[in-house]
């Protein structure tokens, strides 16, 4: 008997391997697209990086759910890849000759214009050497003019508004503030926060002449541990406002030494929503804190209401609030450009890139060929207490919120440039 049951399972198992190898093979799933995260995993920065991070994941999740990129070959997901370039120049040209060995062709960075530079020459020069393996450069952040002015790239595409356009939505702000009578300029010193300040002395000039400038600064980026110093200087000027495109912890820490020593003045910032400087202020910040961005969580409208709390949905934890919407749009542009070419060689697809039209959630922006700088609107919001008029959600769980008060067009927040674009 057990012969014979054993002879049994022997003929089911091999009908069965039969039946298996007389089945159709089945069609291997599409490889996804591979786009290189280059930032700050680690070290001063590490919170931004992550909060980039989590966004994109967002944005590829939203194409992938809808069927991902759709190709001649068959639709493909989209994925993120971690590189951490640790805020370092060497390091960011490490991650990008890594990605490249891997396999990838777009490269997103943004969390420092110095890096930026560094990455569109590399790129530049990789892309000479090797028309074959191409790659693209997409970057949300990293907003020093002449990333899209005297530098600008073919590879390279701009999604953020760059300095010079935050500062003049800023200024349409400030030129209205009839009590505003001195100012304090601080910033990094590197080429973003540079021309920050550069940009900030010239636009002061020719709005407010008769604002007085009493401190202009550079600090060293991501190496100030302790800015009491500073904001005692800030507070001994009799400065009544602060203007500054620091980010990151160089703006919480700045932000959090002003309240220590007491200083009551505003703050013309470029990135004062978001990253623990609500919660460092306080009340304190109550009318204080004026923010300029593509986006904000309380921008009126359905659309942007329904956008937000999906987000928060997907990512409830507070501490991880952090949504910008030009990530989003840089994402639906990849993926449009993608099927437009129907390929995904860097050529093909920067050639669409530089026409595109990406809207997400009522939000809508278009490339600009001559320099490959986005154009969308642009918002200027003040911090105030949730729950007051204009400010139904906080940021960060921290109770405060930012309520837009003026609106920038497109067509209003757009600069003339200086590009001269070398195309393949």
């Known amino acids: 008997m057990q012969k014979l049951l054993k002879r049994l399972l022997a003929a089911l198992c091999l009908c069965t391997w039969l039946a298996a190898l007389a089945q159709p093979a089945t069609q291997p799933a599409q490889p996804p697209i591979r786009i290189a995260l280059i930032e700050s995993m680690s070290g001063a920065f590490a919170n931004t990086g992550e ?98 002015n005297e530098k600008c790239s073919y590879w390279h595409f701009r999604f953020d508004a760059h300095a010079d356009m935050r500062m003049a939505a800023l ?126 969580p309380n921008e009126p409208g359905a659309a942007s209401e329904a956008f937000y709390q999906a987000f928060r949905q997907r990512f409830p934890k507070p501490q991880d609030d952090y949504v910008h919407m030009r990530m989003q749009l840089m994402v639906e542009a990849l993926a449009q450009s993608i099927e437009r070419a129907g390929s995904t060689e860097s050529g093909a697809v920067a050639a669409e890139m530089e026409r595109a039209v990406a809207t997400v959630s009522g939000h809508k922006g278009t490339m600009r060929a001559t320099d490959h700088q986005f154009q969308q609107p642009l918002l200027v919001a003040m911090m105030g207490k949730q729950g007051t008029p204009g400010i139904r959600f906080d940021v960060e769980g921290s109770g405060y919120g930012f309520r837009v008060i003026k609106t920038i067009t497109p067509e209003r927040a757009e600069q003339p440039n200086s590009c001269r674009m070398v195309r393949p």
């Open 171 to 296: 200024m349409d702000v400030l030129k209205d503030d009839a009590s505003l009578k001195s100012i304090y300029l601080i910033g990094q010193d590197y080429s973003f926060g540079q021309a920050v300040l550069r940009e900030a002395r010239k636009q002061i000039a020719v709005q407010r002449p008769d604002v007085q400038i009493v401190g202009d600064e550079l600090h060293a980026l991501g190496r100030v541990k302790d800015f009491i110093p500073y904001a005692v200087k800030i507070k001994a000027s009799g400065a009544q406002a602060v203007l500054t495109g620091n980010w990151g912890n160089d703006l919480t820490l700045l932000i959090k030494a002003a309240r220590e020593v007491g200083y009551d003045g505003k703050f013309y910032t470029f990135y004062g929503n978001a990253l623990g400087v609500p919660a460092a202020l306080g009340d304190a910040g109550v009318g204080k804190v004026i923010a300029v961005a593509d986006w904000f």
């Open 51 to 148: 909060a980039v991070f989590r966004n994109l994941v967002w944005a590829t999740e939203r194409i992938n759910a809808r069927g991902g990129v759709k190709l001649p070959g068959g639709a493909r997901n989209l994925v993120i890849e971690r590189y951490d370039n640790k805020g370092q120049n060497e390091e960011s040209l490490a991650a990008l000759r890594s990605a490249i060995d891997d396999g990838i062709t777009v490269i997103a960075q943004g969390n420092s214009s110095a890096i930026a530079a560094v990455l569109i020459d590399a790129i530049n020069k990789h892309n000479e050497r090797s028309p074959g393996k191409r790659v693209l450069f997409l970057n949300y952040s990293a907003v020093d003019p002449i990333l899209t």
